[in-house]
């Protein structure tokens, strides 16, 4: 063959295999663009909004709507119900008075978990409270909180235990205040977050508490949260109540008594449920599950309903453009049309997610900003300045207390609101 016609055909083919290449191409480009996710708020936000401009609230806030979280409290009590196991609410995880009152009443409980000196001060106040630590605290801290509180006080919370060590070091500074020290002891049902592994390491922490004569174990404390996580949750479950009752029974070997007249503290929001039908523990610990944030959407939580929110004002709303490369906004809006429009909030870069109106998101070219957050939308995102924008809270404990008085509402209008404790870690 001649060598102009070879190269004649081999450009041919270059330029159908190209051309070709480009049609796969451009396909996988259409295929990748996002559309339209936008729109209006649905009536509840709307009714919300138009409840916070009357109430004049023009900054960041978190609400709690209290339907909603009677909604969940009853659900709780249906839930519990037939087990009758009562019920331990978590301060960290509804950081207010007024909200641990309701909820406290709505569930008839006194027994409380916590998780700080902070919060432990505060409710340490209540002499009706039936107190159990959920993480062991620095032996620094515990000193100081029994000094402060005074030996009668502490004497009557249950402090948690993971270790010999820390037993030890309880055990003394108790001994230097004669007081009797409450040691519930925390075990590890397959979290792997620390605790006692084992039936053996259990016993020889309760063998050594035996010898320290302020010392009376109250009881077992078991976390279970790894669990709806597993690939077989059933399984899961199992396993770590196998693992409690074997606790359970050291409890019986060693100290002679029925551990069902302990504290055999079990669950959280995300296994209570669980726990309802069958557990080696005697209560159950819940806190998010009566305000539900996002990463509570379990289908062991189905019977409860998101009930708080964040909304924050718009202070500026426009054309989205990227500094320094205010060429890619027209690529940009092409790929994905909830890219169009740029809203600049009041405050930001909370843990939550974005859910009105609809089709908001973060951008991460742009970044995070916790003065001025920005957040893209396509045109059919209407907002304007003053308009407000609401998030659901990822988790509450690390979010309830960044906004002040949490705004309570009533499906209609803002009617009061409840102060949450001073900020702590």
Do not use: C
Request: a positive charge; zero cysteines; proline letters at 7%.
């Amino acid at each position: 063959m001649a060598e102009p016609e070879r190269k004649r055909r081999w450009t041919r083919r270059a330029a159908i295999v190209g051309g070709g290449l480009a049609v796969v191409g451009g396909a996988a480009v259409l295929a990748s663009r996002k559309g339209d996710k936008g729109g209006a708020h649905d009536r509840y936000f709307a009714n919300l909004s138009a409840a916070l401009r009357r109430a004049g609230i023009a900054h960041p806030v978190l609400v709690v709507d209290r339907a909603r979280l009677d909604r969940n409290i009853a659900a709780a009590r249906t839930t519990l119900a037939p087990s009758r196991l009562p019920l331990r609410v978590v301060v960290k995880s509804l950081p207010a008075a007024g909200l641990i009152d309701h909820v406290a009443r709505g569930l008839a409980t006194s027994r409380f978990m916590v998780f700080n000196g902070a919060m432990l001060e505060a409710m340490a106040a209540r002499p009706e409270a039936d107190l159990l630590l959920g993480k062991p605290l620095p032996a620094a801290e515990f000193a100081g909180l029994v000094d402060r509180l005074g030996a009668e006080t502490a004497s009557r919370i249950q402090w948690l235990i993971d270790t010999p060590g820390r037993l030890k070091q309880y055990a003394a500074i108790a001994a230097a205040r004669t007081m009797p020290l409450r040691a519930n002891m925390e075990i590890d049902v397959g979290l792997h977050r620390g605790g006692f592994a084992d039936g053996k390491a259990l016993a020889e922490a309760v063998d050594l508490a035996r010898t320290l004569p302020q010392v009376a174990v109250s009881g077992l404390m078991g976390y279970d949260a790894h669990v709806p996580k597993m690939s077989d949750p059933d399984e899961a479950y199992a396993a770590s109540q196998k693992l409690y009752r074997a606790a359970a029974a050291v409890l019986r070997e060693k100290l002679g008594v029925d551990p069902g007249t302990l504290t055999l503290n079990g669950a959280g929001s995300p296994t209570y449920a669980r726990h309802a039908q069958g557990t080696a523990a005697n209560e159950v610990s819940v806190g998010s599950a009566f305000v539900k944030p996002v990463d509570f959407d379990l289908p062991s939580l189905a019977r409860h309903v998101p009930a708080s929110f964040i909304a924050t004002p718009v202070i500026k709303a426009g054309r989205m453009e990227l500094p320094g490369n205010e060429w890619l906004t027209g690529p940009l809006t092409f790929m994905d049309a909830n890219a169009a429009r740029a809203f600049f909030i009041y405050g930001g870069h909370w843990l939550a997610t974005p859910v009105s109106p609809p089709g908001l998101q973060f951008s991460n070219l742009y970044g995070r900003s916790s003065n001025q957050e920005m957040l893209t939308g396509s045109t059919s995102v209407a907002l304007k300045p003053d308009d407000h924008v609401f998030f659901r809270p990822n988790q509450s404990e690390a979010v309830f207390l960044q906004f002040g008085d949490i705004a309570l509402f009533d499906g209609e209008a803002i009617t009061g609101s409840w102060p949450v404790f001073p900020a702590s870690a």
